[in-house]
Antibody, heavy 112, light 112 residues
Framework: EIQLQESGPGLVKPSQSLSLTCSVT?????????WSWIRKFPGNKMEWMGY???????NYNPSLKSRISITRDTSKNQFFLQLNSVTTEDTATYYC?????WGQGVMVTVSS | DVVLTQTPPTLSATIGQSVSISCRSS???????????LNWLLQRPGQPPQLLIY???RLESGVPNRFSGSGSGTDFTLKISGVEAEDLGVYYC?????????FGGGTKLELK
């Protein structure tokens, strides 16, 4: 059974960087699939942020392209999200996922 | 970006009632490879989203067969044949044919 688990700070100050880790168990992230970061804003709106593929290539939402980076550590079977220059508009619950499997999500608040 | 319009935004149902949710796309979701990457998710309260249907009509493993998906091109429907209490939550359509992936606005299924 594939399991994904997000970790990272729940509070980030405006203008700083948001960094999250997704730890994957039950499947090797270099074996297949695209590994995404998706966020849900207060209310129902969902946004796909981007993914890193099993080969290491990345694809980002153009709305975030200048601020986002998704990387990985294959030795730890983890992938990472970095979002720079955050504002209060980035307050959301962040999920790592591959559509058929999702982490529990981590709520991140951007506030001074 | 592809815009997915979900209706209705809220749905009130009694246990055993059959209901449908519509998802209309601003452009065709037929990929050049012949697949249509339109998926349906359910997010129950306090839980991460769960994949119900992929490729328009294919039932994810473990999902009850009271859920069914249909449609083509730009017009898609999720049907629940006999709502059960565990079906309550927010339903999303999501397309991964065109980058960036995009989500519908969500349909909240409530008990009447």
């Amino acid at each position: 059974e594939i399991q994904l688990q997000e970790s990272g700070p729940g509070l980030v100050k405006p203008s700083q960087s948001l960094s999250l880790t997704c730890s994957v168990t039950g499947y090797t992230i270099t074996s297949g699939y695209d590994w995404s970061w998706i966020r849900k804003f207060p209310g129902n709106k969902m946004e796909w942020m981007g993914y890193i593929s099993y080969s290491g290539s990345t694809n980002y939402n153009p709305s975030l392209k200048s601020r986002i980076s998704i990387t990985r550590d294959t030795s730890k079977n983890q992938f990472f999200l970095q979002l720079n220059s955050v504002t209060t508009e980035d307050t959301a619950t962040y999920y790592c996922a591959r559509l058929d499997d999702w982490g529990q999500g981590v709520m991140v608040t951007v506030s001074s | 970006d592809v815009v997915l319009t979900q209706t209705p935004p809220t749905l009130s149902a009694t246990i055993g009632q059959s209901v449908s949710i519509s998802c209309r796309s601003s452009q065709s979701l037929l990929h050049s490879n012949g697949n249509t990457y339109l998926n349906w998710l359910l997010q129950r309260p306090g839980q991460p989203p769960q994949l119900l249907i992929y490729l328009v009509s294919r039932l994810e493993s473990g999902v009850p067969n009271r859920f069914s998906g249909s449609g083509s091109g730009t017009d898609f429907t999720l049907k629940i044949s006999g709502v059960e209490a565990e079906d309550l939550g927010v339903y999303y359509c999501v397309q991964s044919t065109h980058a960036p992936w995009t989500f519908g606005g969500g349909t909240k299924l409530e008990l009447k």
